[in-house]
Nanobody, 118 residues
Framework: VQLQASGGGLVQVGGSLNLSCTAN????????MGWYRQPPGKERELVAG???????NYDDSVKGRFTISRDTAKNTLDLQMRNLKVEDTALYYC?????????????WGQGTLVTVSS
């Protein structure tokens, strides 16, 4: 599975950004998808996830500000980010859990940088 993320950039506090991820998954069945982020000097953390059935979960720090969505037919994943804060600054990664036959594995995109300036 190949994941291509886009949409990062520089934005001021209170601004908005939309991240997108496209999955090339011929032969695979994508189950869960999500967005992780890694702030400077910190470990990678889950931002939001969405199951194949559409069940969503969010980190408490982004609830009410971020919205995750996916199009299972097109294998795309989006993250709408509003009211951005300086602490949202991070490298954002698209993630997918997919199965191929009886195997299940996690896949990661290359990361897209989000910088929120004050």
């Amino acid at each position: 599975v190949q994941l291509q993320a886009s949409g990062g950039g520089l934005v001021q506090v209170g601004g908005s950004l939309n991240l997108s991820c496209t999955a090339n998954s011929i032969g695979f069945s994508i189950r869960d998808m999500g967005w992780y982020r890694q702030p400077p000097g910190k470990e990678r953390e889950l931002v939001a996830g969405i199951s194949m059935r559409g069940t969503m979960n969010y980190d408490d720090s982004v609830k009410g500000r971020f919205t995750i969505s996916r199009d299972t037919a097109k294998n795309t994943l989006d993250l709408q980010m509003r009211n951005l804060k300086v602490e949202d600054t991070a490298l954002y990664y698209c993630w997918a859990r997919a199965t191929y036959s009886y195997d299940r594995d996690d896949y990661w995109g290359q990361g897209t940088l989000v910088t929120v300036s004050s």
